[in-house]
């Protein structure tokens, strides 16, 4: 979990907030998040690949841009098991590298 955290430091902080609370109506909450907990495949792919156009996150629409990180598949197996559970969140998922390279765009 640590290296997820340092991770999330280098590469989310500035849109998603410390506490993980988002930025206001432009990025969504990871705290406590519906669409981080029921579409996982889809956060690993915006986290993957980047993502854009609306998504519905805690009855919210946000619709912005999220560029790809450039994260190894171990990267993003660590910041997700971090994400996952953190900020009061226990969704139960942990990801292994090889989780990670059998998702595609």
Do not use: R
């Amino acid at each position: 979990m640590e290296e997820g955290k340092l991770i999330y430091n280098d590469f989310c902080i500035s849109c998603h907030m410390a506490d993980g609370e988002g930025a206001g109506a432009i990025f969504p909450p990871l705290a406590n998040s519906d669409y981080l907990k029921n579409k996982q495949i889809e956060s690993i792919k915006a986290v993957k690949y980047g993502m854009s156009g609306e998504i519905l996150v805690n009855g919210k629409t946000y619709n912005s841009v999220m560029s790809p990180m450039g994260l190894s598949d171990q990267e993003v197996a660590d910041v997700m098991n971090y994400i996952n559970n953190s900020w009061g969140n226990d969704y139960g998922e942990f990801y292994a590298k090889s989780d990670i390279s059998k998702i595609k765009p």
